[in-house]
């Protein structure tokens, strides 16, 4: 049975769709076979910060309108042939959209993937709302910052009053904090909230910590989600967040300052 | 300055400033208040005349809250008795 995992925060520009393009692929890294969902209609992102935008030809509203093919429409990656990618449409109809819609293209995945990663859009409307009925697990992408904690916690409490999994009764959506653009330094000098300040306020468990870095910028510069880029700090965040979720038991990493050596101070290492 | 502040005892940092204030914000949130029906403010004036053509009671006395339990959604309404 697939596993279906939205990837939410409430606020914007937190890192949803570096986080939703990371984790899928590092599922796919891990022999998973992932499916990546772009939900922000009209706002079309995922393609890009996955390197696939000159290959979309279908969309995800092609396919529940049924002008397209799921197969059609689903990308498959040039490096890891276990990750396919669904592009959101750039069509400005809100109401494109609809749950039957969602549901029937979801279950059709669901008999061919084992993962199925929801990259949901800003806001608490109907795209976001789509993204986040379905889910069984939700990775909640929060920076350490006072509007991002406190749209986290009201996007917890959709999850935890209007998925489906609680309209049905059943157990309710597995949560998972990924803390992203965290600066220990900042953090030791009071300047920024911790981890676990963050987890505090939010009492959901942590699945990684990202620390800020500016090899997210390069890399989406590019179209190459982060976790594969070796040697930079996101990235390894990123590979430790997909072994903790698929059960390993790593140790969380930079979350206290790194102290630089003498050589990268003298030569300006990274 | 940060030595400048041991010395005049300013020990808060903005960190800490924004944990307080986050733990109020999210307080209210989850009480329902921000995010339940948008009549329960009238609902609750409303009540609070009915309780008050028979007893007098301060204006804290009908309090509410909506709760989600297993997929329902619960409001739940207090109201407090002066002492006879």
Redesign the interface.
């Known amino acids: 049975m697939a596993k279906i995992i939205v990837v939410t925060s409430g606020k914007g520009g937190v890192g949803k769709t570096t986080t939703s393009a990371s984790f899928a692929t590092g599922l796919a890294m891990r022999g998973h076979k992932t499916a990546v969902i772009d939900f922000d209609v009209g706002l079309r992102n995922l393609d890009l910060i996955m390197g696939v935008e000159r290959r979309v030809v279908f969309d995800f509203v092609n396919v529940i309108n049924g002008e397209a093919t799921l197969k059609q429409a689903l990308i498959k990656d040039k490096q890891f042939d276990k990750l396919h990618i669904l592009a959101a449409s750039q069509t400005r109809d809100k109401d494109a959209l609809t749950q039957e819609g969602v549901e029937r293209v979801l279950n059709e995945l669901a008999q061919d993937f084992d993962y199925i990663v929801c990259d949901s859009p800003a806001g608490i409307e109907k795209g976001a709302f789509m993204a986040m009925y379905f889910a069984d697990e939700a990775l909640v992408v929060t920076n350490p910052?006072?509007s991002s904690?406190?749209d986290s916690?009201?996007v917890l409490?959709i999850l935890?009053?209007k998925a489906r999994r609680?309209?049905?009764?059943e157990d309710k959506v597995k949560e998972h904090l990924v803390l992203t653009r965290y600066n220990p330094t900042r953090?030791s000098?009071?300047?920024?909230?911790?981890v676990d300040?963050v987890k505090?306020?939010l009492a959901i468990p942590l699945l990684g910590v990202i620390p800020e870095s500016p090899s997210v910028l390069t890399c989406s510069n590019s179209g190459v989600p982060v976790i594969r880029e070796e040697g930079t700090d996101a990235g390894a965040g990123y590979r430790d967040l997909v072994g903790r979720f698929l059960g390993e038991d790593l140790p969380h990493r930079f979350i206290t300052e790194q102290k630089k050596s003498l050589f990268s101070k003298l030569f300006g290492a990274p | 300055m940060d030595w400048l502040k041991f010395f005049r005892g300013e020990k808060k940092?903005?960190?800490?400033t924004?944990?307080e204030?986050?733990?109020l914000?999210?307080a209210y949130?989850?009480s329902g208040q921000a995010?339940g029906p948008s009549y329960l403010p009238r609902l609750r004036e409303e009540l609070l005349g009915v309780v008050r053509k028979y007893i007098q009671v301060p204006d804290d006395a009908v309090q509410f809250s909506v709760q989600?339990e297993?997929?329902l959604?619960v409001l739940e309404l207090n109201i407090t008795l002066p002492d006879q």
């Open positions: 910052e006072v904690v406190r916690d009201r409490g935890s009053s609680a309209e049905r009764g953090v000098k009071g300047e920024m909230l911790s300040d505090e306020i | 940092t903005s960190a800490q924004a944990k204030r986050l733990m914000a999210v949130q989850r995010n989600r297993d997929g959604e």
